[in-house]
T-cell receptor, first 117, second 109 residues
């Protein structure tokens, strides 16, 4: 079974520029998550999708971050404009059904490491 | 607010030296507690889910246990390939995952 695919693996931009990350979840997984992981910390949930719809985006800084999941499969996360504190690894995860339904574990991609200069 | 803490922050063991990692949590309602392993430059890899106090799960040299306030990950006779960061996460009744900061484990040959 192919895992969660993310691209790019690394990205370096200057502050105030924009950046986008892409995620392709495991085939058949209805739920998709984006996490931010700052060095030395655990992942922090940014947004959770169930198929096309947003389940939780309470920790997404909506003035600069946006995410979409078209057709309930791939997803993109965008930052515009970027700030220095956005330097982190952005992880995408997917699960078969919503964790709220059946406590399904999440399967993670290897992330995109973002550096802001 | 739900919180997860992990201790120690870092742990160095000699090969074969057994030890335990701790995950303490406060959560409004626990649906499940998850353990993950994370290697440098990789995403977290799922290890275990525990649902209720008293439950135990085992996989090779790892055993996870759960009480009402904490979980332990016991590592028996570790090998260098067990070196990684171990993360625990709780899932609450609001369907939110909250991760701890992790324990960095180094096993020396």
């Amino acid at each position: 079974e192919a895992g969660v695919a993310q691209s790019p693996r690394y990205k370096i931009i200057e502050k105030r520029q924009s950046v986008a990350f892409w995620c392709n979840p495991i085939s058949g997984h209805a739920t998709l998550y984006w996490y931010q992981q700052i060095l030395g910390q655990g992942p922090k949930l940014l947004i959770q999708f169930q198929n096309n719809g947003v389940v939780d985006d309470s920790q997404l800084p909506k003035d600069r971050f946006s995410a979409e999941r078209l057709k309930g499969v791939d997803s993109t996360l965008k930052i515009q404009p970027a700030k220095l504190e956005d330097s982190a690894v952005y992880l995408c995860a997917s699960s078969l059904v919503s964790a709220g339904v059946s406590n399904q574990p999440q399967h993670f991609g290897d992330g995109t490491r973002l550096s802001i200069l | 607010e739900d919180q997860v803490t992990q201790s120690p922050e870092a742990l160095r063991l000699q090969e074969g030296e057994s030890s335990s990692l701790n995950c303490s949590y406060t959560v409004s309602g626990l649906r499940g507690l998850f353990w993950y392993r994370q290697d440098p430059g990789k995403g977290p890899e799922f290890l275990f889910t525990l649902y209720s106090a008293g439950e135990e799960k085992e996989k090779e040299r790892l055993k996870a246990t759960l009480t009402k306030k904490e979980s332990f990950l016991h590592i028996t006779a570790p090998k260098p390939e067990d070196s990684a960061t171990y993360l625990c996460a709780v899932l609450n009744y609001g369907q939110n995952f909250v991760f701890g900061p992790g324990t960095r484990l180094s096993v020396l040959p």
